[in-house]
């Protein structure tokens, strides 16, 4: 597979869709596909760095925002059946009991095997999120730069 492109546009900030996702992109990495993460709105979460948060020159709504939203991988709720956590809490003990790897492993994995992490630039800019709260592999990027990409890739995945 190689010379190949899979770029994959994570939207959704939910446990489950962002561990496929993960799997997806460490695999196709294993195939020597290169492989760009774009991520957007509620996608961000995963990227977080919970170690490096900061309120710092935010106004109160992005304060908030900040305070009320997930604060790494970890934290993210499953898209169905999150039941206040208690759901997760089972996904993640059957895993366990799987012994498969979580979600930050996933990540980490994905880190190591040179996947490329872009960041909306317009999205971070409306949730008040900052370059600094995000893990270090992170390259912020426009719409522009996203699509094209996107249009030089062989495959594009919409999570």
Avoid: H
């Avoid at 059957?94 to 960041?119: Q, W």
């Amino acid at each position: 597979m190689e010379n190949k492109k899979i770029n994959l546009l994570m939207f959704s900030g939910e446990y489950d869709k962002a561990l496929a996702a993960l799997i997806i992109a460490n695999t196709a990495r294993e195939m020597e596909a290169e492989v760009t993460i774009f991520f957007a709105f509620w996608g961000l979460f995963l990227i977080r760095d919970p170690e490096k948060m900061t309120l710092e020159d935010k106004t109160t709504y992005e304060k908030m925002f900040s305070m009320m939203t997930p604060k790494g991988p970890e934290e993210l709720p499953l898209s169905k059946m999150n039941f206040s956590g208690l759901g997760k809490q089972m996904l993640l003990e059957m895993m366990e009991e799987d012994e498969a790897p979580k979600l930050i492993d996933f990540l980490n994995g994905a880190v190591k095997k040179g996947v490329r992490f872009y960041g909306c630039k317009l999205s971070m800019e409306i949730m008040g999120l900052k370059k600094e709260e995000f893990i270090p592999e992170l390259e912020v990027v426009d719409a522009k730069t996203y699509l094209q990409d996107a249009l030089a890739s062989d495959m594009q995945l919409f999570i």
